[in-house]
Every structure is written in C-alpha cells, then in structure tokens.
C-alpha cells in the first residue's frame, strides 16, 4: 500500500528565511503528488501538482517543490518566509494506476514563520 | 463559481444520536470525495462518486456510516449511532474527471461527539 511520510511535524523559521518541508512516499510506481495547504479553520488549497514532465514544479504563493525519483522525494520550499505562510502544509500522492483519484496524505507539517 | 460548501460547519452531538452532513461540488464537477481529518492527523479518504455512482469506499466507512449523491449533485454522509471515535473534521471534495486528480476541497464539517 501506498505511503506518505513528512519528516518533522513542526518546523519554525525566520521571515525571509529558507523554508523546507520535506515530504517520502513509498510506491513501486511513481505516484501523482501534490502539496497542499491547510488554514486554520479552512479547508485544504493545493499548492502545486507533479504528474509527468519537468521534475521541478511551481506552485502558488511563491513555492516550488521537486521529484527526485531516485529518493522517492517530493520536498516542499520557498526561498524567503512570509509570517502569511504560517499553515500546515500536507503533501499527498495518488496512485496512477487508481482511476478514482483519492488522495492519501501524510500527516502533514505545521509551519510557524517568526518575525 | 462559489466553490465546495459543506453544512453545517460544526456540529455537537451525544453518543448514540444520527447526524447527517451535506456537501455541494463545484457545479460542473462530476467526482465527489469524502475525507475524515482527526487533530494532528492529515486527512483520510472514506469515499468518492462519479455521478450519482459511488465507486469506491474505505475499510474505514463502517456500517454506521453512509453517503449518497442521489442526483449527481450534492451529496449526503450519515453516521448513525454515533461513537466518540466519530469525532473529527468530515472534508469534502469534487474535481473533474480529465484534469489529472486535482481536487478541491470545502471548508470541512467538524463534529463534536460527547
């Protein structure tokens, strides 16, 4: 079966520091991946996408993630912090052979960015 | 476009009692999702349609639970007798067949179990 692991359940930074939140799945098959994003009381908005093609993906508000394949990897970053980035950030996988779609995430990151 | 609503947004119940929660998809989206989110946790999948046709469900969904989406529209998830184990953010989500799994999600429906 499919899984997800985010290393580190709480990760703090500085305002305009690197962010990294670091994201493994476990597939024989490279899956569909995702990150999203979680506000307090909110539902969840994806952040970006990887399905096929350039490994480095550009997602909204600034961040960008990349497929390594060789590391079963999908870590998450942005180059400089914003205190508005402060969320749990979640990233997901789904199975390319599931004609379904469902999503099956990890247990996400919570991101506290101090000024 | 107002996007994914669910009703109500929080609910608290007794032990034992039935509760039934409503999801409403983007209007043009054909797939609909169920998610059960527990604090700290990130969220489960417990159910999805195409249409009015649910194709697949979690060894999650117990018999106390059920979903519907009568008309391929708005769909309907119920647990009866409810446990305190019930307790969690019910997440509902639609997307469009053909644009690669990218869901979007509502604004959760958080239970209260006491």
């Known amino acids: 079966a499919q899984s997800v692991t985010q290393l580190g359940s709480h990760v703090s930074v500085s305002e305009g520091a690197l962010v990294l939140l670091r994201c493994n799945y476990s597939?024989?098959?490279?899956?569909?991946l995702f990150w999203y994003v979680q506000y307090p009381n909110q539902g969840l908005q994806l952040l970006l996408k990887?399905?096929?093609?350039?490994?480095l993906v550009k997602g909204i508000n600034g961040f960008e993630a990349e497929f390594k394949k060789s590391e079963t990897s999908f870590h998450l970053t942005k180059p400089s912090a914003h205190m508005s980035d402060a969320a749990e950030y979640f990233c997901a996988v789904s199975d390319r052979g599931n004609q379904g779609g469902k999503l099956i995430f990890g247990q996400g990151t919570e991101l506290s960015v101090k000024p | 476009d107002t996007g994914v609503s669910q009703d109500p947004r929080h609910k608290i119940t007794k032990r034992g009692q039935n509760v039934t929660f409503r999801c409403d998809p983007i209007s043009e989206h054909n797939r609909l999702y169920w998610y059960r989110q527990t604090l700290g946790q990130g969220p489960e999948f417990l159910t999805y349609f195409q249409n009015e046709a649910q194709l697949e469900k979690s060894r999650l969904l117990s018999d106390r639970f059920s979903a519907e989406r009568p008309k391929g529209s708005f769909s309907t998830l119920e647990i009866q007798r409810t446990e305190q184990g019930d307790s969690a953010m019910y997440l509902c989500?639609?997307?469009?067949?053909?644009?690669?799994?990218?869901?979007?999600f509502g604004p959760g429906t958080r239970l209260t179990v006491t």
């Open positions: 597939s024989s098959v490279p899956p569909y």
């Open positions: 989500a639609s997307s469009l067949t053909g644009v690669i799994y990218e869901q979007y």
């Open positions: 990887y399905t096929t093609g350039a490994t």
